[in-house]
């Protein structure tokens, strides 16, 4: 029935936006690990950066 395909589109689009919305909220309230500082990360900082 093609009556029927711009409720499935639109219906499509609703659930796209509430997965993006969801998606969104969700990184919104998780926190990125810290990073670990270690003693190689230190030594790294003595070498001079290359240049081209």
Do not use: D, G, R
């Not at 219906?11 to 998606?23: A, E, Q, T």
């Not at 003693?39 to 790294?44: G, L, N, V």
């Amino acid at each position: 029935m093609p009556q029927m395909a711009p409720l499935l589109w639109f219906y499509l689009f609703i659930f796209f936006n509430i997965c993006l919305l969801l998606f969104l909220i969700v990184n919104y309230f998780i926190k990125p690990f810290e990073k670990i500082v270690t003693a190689s990360s230190h030594t790294f900082l003595k070498h001079k950066a290359w240049k081209l």
